[in-house]
T-cell receptor, first 109, second 116 residues
Framework: GQNIDQPTEMTATEGAIVQINCTYQ??????LFWYQQHAGEAPTFLSY??LDGLEEKGRFSSFLSRSKGYSYLLLKELQMKDSASYLC??????????WGAGTKLIIKP | IAGITQAPTSQILAAGRRMTLRCTQD?????MYWYRQDLGLGLRLIHY???????GKGEVPDGYSVSRANTDDFPLTLASAVPSQTSVYFC???????????????FGEGSRLTVL
């Protein structure tokens, strides 16, 4: 079966750095997405990786290793507004999106 | 403001009743999707449409139907609601020209449905 694993919940301090991991086992791979979802709101796009390596976008970076079936989202200079759930999703060989259950990130002052 | 509009935002429904969740987008995106989101689970695809006039079944289609008469609208119908359909429903669209799920998804604000 296809599987996406993310930690259920993480806690970090304002101003710090946090890394949210995502491991996947899917039938094929055609890219990986990260979305942010604030409580009670819609998911919004953060990043897309299809090649190995690090993609940096402001305070957020996303890393991919296809050989390890692994990605992480790195958030720097954490702000209270970063408190949200972070969803990892993989595009499989049939170009279907497989979603992880999400990681709830709690930021403390 | 361009985007996706869902209605209603919240609804309580008696079991056995018929319900249609509406979804309209003004971005002229080809592909549209309906997901349900339940606590502790990832988003699950109910139905999708790659282009107007075509629809397909996702991971959890039973009990739901959709139609895509035009590019902008993609309603989701529960013919006879059951309590297990209590969930938050998200409509999404993408500018996918090949029918593949490699495009960024734009989500509506969600419809919270409670079936009693």
């Amino acid at each position: 079966g296809q599987n996406i694993d993310q930690p259920t919940e993480m806690t970090a301090t304002e101003g710090a750095i946090v890394q949210i991991n995502c491991t996947y086992q899917t039938s094929g791979f055609n890219g990986l997405f990260w979305y942010q979802q604030h409580a009670g709101e819609a998911p919004t796009f953060l990043s897309y990786n299809v090649l190995d390596g690090l993609e940096e976008k402001g305070r957020f970076s996303s890393f991919l290793s296809r050989s390890k079936g692994y990605s992480y989202l790195l958030l720097k200079e954490l702000q209270m507004k970063d408190s949200a759930s972070y969803l990892c999703a993989v595009v499989d060989s049939n170009y279907q999106l497989i979603w992880g259950a999400g990681t709830k990130l709690i930021i403390k002052p | 403001i361009a985007g996706i509009t869902q209605a209603p935002t919240s609804q309580i429904l008696a079991a056995g009743r018929r319900m249609t969740l509406r979804c309209t987008q003004d971005m002229r995106h080809n592909a549209m999707y309906w997901y349900r989101q339940d606590l502790g689970l990832g988003l699950r695809l109910i139905h999708y449409s790659n282009t107007a006039g075509t629809t397909g079944k996702g991971e959890v289609p039973d009990g739901y139907s959709v139609s895509r008469a035009n590019t902008d609208d993609f309603p989701l119908t529960l013919a006879s609601a059951v309590p297990s359909q209590t969930s938050v429903y998200f409509c999404a669209s993408s500018d996918s020209t090949s029918g593949s799920d490699t495009g960024e998804l734009f989500f509506g604000e969600g419809s919270r449905l409670t079936v009693l």
